[in-house]
């Protein structure tokens, strides 16, 4: 692939700037931003949420949220500039020269028509005079290209029927049927598991490779930028912080704020890898159960914990369908004041473990029992065994707060609700713990909605602690937090475990932060454990081959 | 927040709320609490009427020292006076009956939206029950058991709109049921009551607030017709609706103010009724508090 971006690049965006017109007066949203894009190159612009990085991508598409206008600069594509041309010539444009691919594949498909129906109706509407046949033809032709096994097969499903990975090659392949020469894609591959997006990101790299596409990549993960792009620009508060070959920005990152970024990622220790090769091969065949279990007694025991879906309804009575299991015979020590990792893909049940030791499900389990007595998980509510014990701390902190509380109404109720006597010192409980948790005492009376997403997660933390759980279970407690934040409230979460004598639990897709933070580790997959040991053990010498696969799904970068 | 800025908020949410629509609906409420002193005549006491002067035209001068603006109906009733009296029935009958059909309404579809399981089926079920039966059948059924009277009138349509506002709160509720948030309030040893009242309730109650004053529109036509068909209030206190019905036989012989009149209140009641509903649920949210 020769790449001619001294030349003439195909797009070339020169001192963009956003504005967004409110009621209260303007606002910028994006400054004298300029960057160009060469033929088959892939150009990631990487930001924090509120950089306005998606802005650009809209500008560059075309479709500018309402309010938001271009008062500056210029996007000219072929050296033609976009915003000169009228509204008729710039849809031509859309789904033609430039095609877009968002982030949730599953909003992007119409449920009620099958992906060949959405297929050929755009390669349809692109061409109008192709017979039915050859539209067909072209349909299954490019679900082959984006590698939907059995394209033709495949053709008559319905959204439904795919897998997400499967869904957003779809949105790929649709983007592709007006013969694009730049994709847009935003956040393409943030709502996949490691593995999947291993494999998306490698579909578009085919792109580039083979048809000499030209990608926008829109993203706020460093590991998708280092697995595919070419040139890196850095954005933030709207302006360009730092741009230049990913290489050489993620070598020698210039900018302080590039740097902090790089640094906030969480890697997987390269030492710990390494011991692998050293351990003689061939160790015991179930390692995890009889690997160094230590010393320590545990808190929490779980055996033979599942959980079934369907088959229990009335409805299904004379069905032949056979109960699915969530969980299947689980096996869980919880070391006390220990840490304890879950992890695994989407779908593998490690939330369902979290939400059943919290009293959140039902399962049916041989024993449970903490601090060695035992509790009873088959009916949920009041009275159950564990509840008031185990408190949780969730993954979008957008969500797990009532709108309609402000943070101390939130958190007095909390301490209300679990004061073992009439305590009238709760005002100054909450005080301490929020300042311990680095809010403010001005933070008290705000609303979620005036808070920002870390200031959130640190109210749920708040409040989680404040009900004096023994177990705190973290369900992805970082996974909506930009990336600078996620570090920050990992820290935290750390100290506070630490500081007032809990365990945790600690469920998360993402095995470094997993690595980081926990003494022992758990890999579910389908609902079992498939292997389960130390940190040490995992990272470094699981001869498990799901293991290792999760291992190398990640990014090449933050594994070395 | 300081004084000063919550200050300066309130006031513009005042300002926001003065539109034509909510001043029309105020005017509507004054003049319905004002009635005894803004009538020139009192239609509910015979004393007041002058049979002769049935039927006049708007804008005839009483023998009582007024004149007659928008003329009299075939008993001799001054209309304006019939209107603001009417008001009263109407409003009164419209409000009470959509606020309790809406309590009501609200919890069940709450709790059905918590407990799920056999609760919700239960509730549901009744709901669509209710829902699968016309609305004109069920009120007039249950004006003839109950008998004639305002109050048999508010609880015929508590009857009838109660389980729209189950059926609405319940999907809201539910989605609200499964948010993080209430999961969390769930793994503290706290009552169900509380959890759902304070928690469950007031995130679902916007579809309820929405639907209001809908339906407070709607429970002024039901009773209109109610009445129109001599089974609403009693024809010495006439509504808005029995009045437009008093004059329903005159229409054909020119006399329409005895019918027109009435109804124009009672479509600028209703229209004024609905715009206002809109601005009632954007204060209810507070994210548009800190605008």
Redesign the interface.
């Known amino acids: 692939m020769t790449t001619k971006d001294e030349k003439a690049p195909l797009m070339e965006v020169r001192d963009l700037t956003l504005v967004h017109r409110g009621s209260s007066g303007s606002t910028p949203i994006v400054r004298d931003v300029s960057f160009s894009l060469g033929y088959g190159q892939v150009l990631g612009i990487i930001g924090e949420s509120g950089a306005g990085k998606s802005t650009i991508g809209n500008a560059v598409i075309g479709l500018l949220a309402p309010g938001i206008e271009q008062t500056g600069g210029s996007i000219r594509m072929n050296g033609i500039a976009l915003e000169t041309l009228d509204a008729e010539r710039r849809r031509a444009l859309r789904g033609g020269a430039i095609a877009s691919i968002f982030q949730d594949h599953t909003s992007s498909l119409d449920p009620l028509m099958t992906i060949g129906a959405q297929l050929g109706e755009t390669i349809a509407a692109l061409s109008p005079d192709l017979p039915r046949a050859e539209v067909r033809k072209r349909a299954v032709a490019l679900l082959e290209r984006v590698g939907i096994p059995e394209p033709a097969r495949r053709y008559n499903s319905y959204p439904h029927q795919l897998s997400g990975g499967q869904r957003q090659r779809v949105v790929i392949a649709t983007a592709l049927a007006g013969s694009p020469s730049i994709i847009v894609a935003d956040e393409p591959t943030s709502a996949l598991d490691a593995t999947v997006q291993k494999q998306i990101l490698r579909v578009l790299k085919g792109l580039v490779e083979e048809k000499g596409l030209s990608i926008l990549l829109i993203t706020h993960d460093m590991g998708v930028i280092a697995e595919i792009a070419d040139r890196v620009v850095v954005m933030k508060n709207g302006a360009v912080v730092e741009q230049g070959s990913t290489a050489a920005l993620l070598e020698n990152p210039q900018d302080v704020y590039t740097r902090n970024l790089l640094s906030a990622v969480p890697k997987l220790r390269r030492s710990n890898v390494d011991v692998r090769a050293d351990t003689p091969a061939g160790a015991d065949g179930n390692p995890g159960q009889a690997e160094c279990r230590p010393a320590r007694d545990a808190i929490l025991v779980v055996d033979n914990l599942s959980k079934t879906f369907g088959g229990k309804s009335i409805l299904r009575m004379f069905g032949t369908e056979k109960p699915g299991f969530a969980l299947r015979d689980v096996n869980i020590r919880l070391p006390r004041g220990g840490v304890l990792g879950i992890v695994g893909e989407s779908g593998s049940g490690k939330s369902t473990i979290g939400r059943i030791l919290a009293g959140l499900e039902t399962g049916n389990a041989d024993k449970i029992e903490l601090n060695g007595k035992a509790c009873d998980i088959t009916y949920r509510g009041r009275g159950g065994g564990l509840l008031g014990q185990v408190q949780m701390v969730f993954q979008d902190p957008s969500s797990s707060l009532n709108p309609r509380l402000t943070v101390v109404e939130a958190l007095t109720e909390c301490v209300r609700a679990t004061a073992r006597s009439g305590d009238d010192r709760s005002r100054s409980r909450i005080a301490k713990t929020i300042e311990r948790l680095g809010l403010q005492q001005a933070h008290l009376d705000r609303y979620p909605h005036q808070l920002s997403g870390g200031q959130k997660q640190r109210v749920c933390i708040a409040r989680a602690l404040l009900a004096g759980p023994q177990i705190m279970i973290a369900d992805e407690p970082t996974s909506a937090l930009d990336v600078s934040v996620q570090a920050e409230i990992l820290s935290l979460l750390k100290e506070t475990v630490a500081e007032n004598d809990l365990s945790m639990i600690f469920i998360s897709h993402d095995l470094a932060v997993v690595q980081d933070i926990c003494d022992e580790v758990c890999v579910m997959r389908n609902g079992r454990i498939e292997d389960y040991g130390t940190s040490d053990f995992i990272f470094g010498r699981s001869e498990n081959p799901y293991t290792r696969h999760l291992i190398d799904a990640r990014p090449k970068i933050f594994t070395r | 927040?300081t004084i000063m800025t919550s200050l300066r908020l309130s006031q513009r949410r005042i300002r926001g709320a003065l539109t034509l629509p909510n001043g029309i609906l105020a005017l509507f409420v004054l003049a319905a609490i004002t009635a005894p002193v803004l009538a020139p005549q009192n239609p509910y006491d015979m004393l007041q009427i002058l049979g002769w002067e049935a039927s006049s035209p708007p804008g005839t001068m009483s023998g009582n020292g007024y004149r007659y603006l928008l003329g009299t109906d075939g008993l001799g009733r001054d209309i304006a006076s019939c209107i603001l009296y009417g008001l009263r029935i109407s409003l009164v009958v419209s409000v009470v009956s959509a606020a309790a059909a809406a309590a009501i309404g609200l919890t069940l579809g709450v709790v059905a939206a918590y407990f799920g399981r056999w609760v919700d089926a239960v509730i549901m079920r009744a709901v669509d029950l209710q829902l699968s039966l016309p609305t004109m059948l069920v009120a007039l059924i249950a004006i003839v058991t109950l008998g004639p009277g305002v109050d048999r009138i508010i609880l015929a349509l508590i009857i009838v709109q109660w389980a729209t506002y189950a059926r609405v709160v319940r999907s809201v509720a539910l989605s609200e049921a499964g948010?993080?948030?209430v999961?969390?309030?769930?793994?503290?040893?706290?009552?169900?009551g509380r959890i759902i009242l304070?928690?469950l309730l007031?995130?679902s109650i916007a579809p309820a607030i929405t639907l209001l004053p809908i339906e407070i529109g709607h429970a002024v036509a039901l009773e209109a017709t109610l009445s129109f068909l001599g089974l609403g209030v009693p024809m010495d206190q006439p509504s808005l609706g029995s009045t437009v019905a008093n004059g329903f036989q005159y229409l054909l012989t020119g006399q329409y103010w005895i019918s027109l009149f009435p109804g124009f209140a009672l479509f600028a009641l209703i229209a004024a009724i609905n715009f206002a509903g809109e601005d009632i649920r954007r204060l209810w949210d507070?994210?548009s508090?800190?605008l």
């Open positions: 927040m948010k993080p948030y999961d969390a309030v769930r793994t503290m040893p706290l009552s169900h304070r928690h007031p995130n507070p994210r508090r800190s």
